[in-house]
């Protein structure tokens, strides 16, 4: 008893409000004001580099879509084993859950480039002005994965840790109560993410190149991801049967654009300014 007064408590339900066949979840409503949100920050980014805030509202055309396909897509592929035997309309309903978040942001990003290319805009720059806000959005939809309980870690007997109902529990686990809230350590940790990059835009902002704070977004969010992965212990695409493929690709991501980041600074160049 002690235990579960002590540990986070799960909603009874994923659905915020229901009205016939109509019914609003909670992860459908993070991710809204993940994008909200996100939209504002890089309204507020753009026109701190020189650009009109209202390019942020202007590009969700183009960068919302295509990162919805690409992030339901990722998980599709990476986790096509639970929809195998079910495929429709099971591999569109990301009402369920289900959005691979480095799908989303390669869907994103080619959107972006379109965007861009009409606009006659620099896509490294503003990739720099939306990077922040992105990872702040993820911060916030991360809490439609505890609505969802779901993509949670090991068993913990830590204050902080969250009560799984039986029947989310994967198998194997069934004796097991309550678990690492590992929805929560990401959203601390995209936040935190979120800060750091606000602030090397502005402290160093006549050394960065355009793409540098978007490079430091990817970085910093796969190797938190890394660690978080490494808790899991939900369903997940195995490569040689035995490592977790996303913490494969975090592990890349992270050290490869770390080091693509270093390697631009390698040597001493004039920085481009203003809006092109």
Not at 161 to 177: L, T, W, Y
């Amino acid at each position: 008893m002690p235990l579960l007064l002590a540990s986070l408590p799960s909603p009874p339900s994923p659905i915020m409000f229901e009205a016939g066949p109509f019914a609003l979840r909670y992860y459908g409503l993070c991710i809204a004001l993940g994008i909200v949100v996100a939209t504002w920050l890089s309204g507020r980014e753009l026109v701190r580099k020189g650009y009109e805030g209202e390019l942020a509202l202007d590009s969700l055309f183009f960068i919302i879509p295509p990162g919805f396909i690409g992030a339901r897509a990722y998980h599709v592929i990476t986790d096509y084993d639970l929809y195998a035997g079910d495929p429709w309309p099971g591999v569109i309903a990301v009402w369920n859950g289900g959005l691979g978040i480095y799908g989303g942001v390669i869907g994103g990003f080619i959107g972006l480039l379109v965007f861009c290319r009409i606009r006659g805009i620099s896509p490294l720059a503003f990739a720099d002005a939306v990077a922040p806000g992105l990872v702040l959005a993820q911060a916030i939809g991360r809490w439609g994965n505890y609505f969802n309980q779901e993509l949670f870690g090991r068993p913990s007997s830590l204050p902080w840790a969250i009560r799984i109902s039986p029947e989310n529990r994967p198998d194997g686990f069934a004796d097991a109560s309550t678990f690492h809230p590992t929805f929560l350590y990401e959203s601390i940790w995209n936040a935190l993410v979120c800060l750091v990059l606000l602030w090397v835009a502005r402290r160093f902002a006549g050394w960065l190149k355009d793409g540098d704070v978007f490079l430091l977004y990817v970085s910093l969010y796969s190797t938190g991801r890394f660690f978080m992965e490494l808790l899991r212990i939900d369903p997940a695409f195995l490569i040689g049967g035995a490592i977790r493929g996303n913490l494969l690709v975090a592990t890349v991501l992270a050290l490869g654009f770390a080091m693509v980041l270093m390697l631009r600074h390698s040597r001493p160049s004039r920085k481009r300014s203003g809006p092109s």
